[in-house]
T-cell receptor, first 111, second 114 residues
Framework: RKEVEQDPGPFNVPEGATVAFNCTYS??????FFWYRQDCRKEPKLLMS???SGNEDGRFTAQLNRASQYISLLIRDSKLSDSATYLC????????????FGRGTSLIVHP | DVKVTQSSRYLVKRTGEKVFLECVQD?????MFWYRQDPGLGLRLIYF???????EKGDIPEGYSVSREKKERFSLILESASTNQTSMYLC?????????????FGPGTRLTVT
């Protein structure tokens, strides 16, 4: 089992749609979880951290399920500018600051 | 505004050449990282450093070495470039401290080895 697994997509959705991505991780000792966004030919940038209680930032909601070892990202009211690759990132266990990146999920929002 | 810079955006080298990729961060971060990114494989960690002159192997260190003589600078060295090292190389930095694990990336260097 890969350490961090994501569906590569692409997810092709119309503007205004709600779309959700899941990511599973294998290391039960992991304590820090993130979603990064990577635009085409650009570097990854932090989108949001994922907290145990779940967190929301505008149209974006991230949730963590420790029991099942997955994290999710929900995007509401999709915009054309949301088109990007979304990377799930899980830090290696025991408070480590060393991340493991998923391979990314591609999102294409069309008019 | 935080900044990570890399010495080149595009680089073309010949097989067997020694290649230096430079990364500089201006955020006084303790940790620095080198990744390569390939289609379908995602970001893979080559080496990282948590302090000056300290280095640790990542997941794919073979064929690479690193140098960190100053806190702000982290160099990736390909001792003898090979075609399978053609890739996008990304440098990142982060600070140390609970919850402060955000990685800041440079713009990347697209290396082609012919």
């Amino acid at each position: 089992r890969k350490e961090v697994e994501q569906d590569p997509g692409p997810f092709n959705v119309p503007e205004g749609a709600t779309v959700a991505f899941n990511c599973t991780y294998s290391n039960s000792a992991s304590q820090s979880f993130f979603w990064y966004r990577q635009d085409c030919r650009k570097e990854p940038k932090l989108l949001m951290s994922v907290y145990s209680s779940g967190n929301e930032d505008g149209r974006f909601t991230a949730q963590l399920n420790r029991a099942s070892q997955y994290i999710s990202l929900l995007i509401r009211d999709s915009k054309l500018s949301d088109s990007a690759t979304y990377l799930c990132v899980v830090n290696r266990g025991g408070g480590s600051y060393i991340p493991t990146f998923g391979r990314g999920t591609s999102l294409i929002v069309h008019p | 505004d935080v900044k990570v810079t890399q010495s080149s955006r595009y680089l073309v080298k010949r097989t067997g050449e020694k290649v230096f990729l430079e990364c500089v961060q201006d955020m006084d971060h303790e940790n620095m990282f080198w990744y390569r990114q390939d289609p379908g494989l995602g970001l893979r960690l080559i080496y990282f450093s948590y302090d000056v002159k300290m280095k640790e192997k990542g997941d794919i260190p073979e064929g690479y070495s690193v140098s960190r003589e100053k806190k702000e600078r982290f160099s990736l060295i390909l001792e003898s470039a090979s075609t399978n090292q053609t890739s996008m190389y990304l440098c990142a930095s982060s600070t140390t401290g609970f919850g402060s694990y955000e990685q800041y990336f440079g713009p990347g260097t697209r290396l082609t080895v012919t």
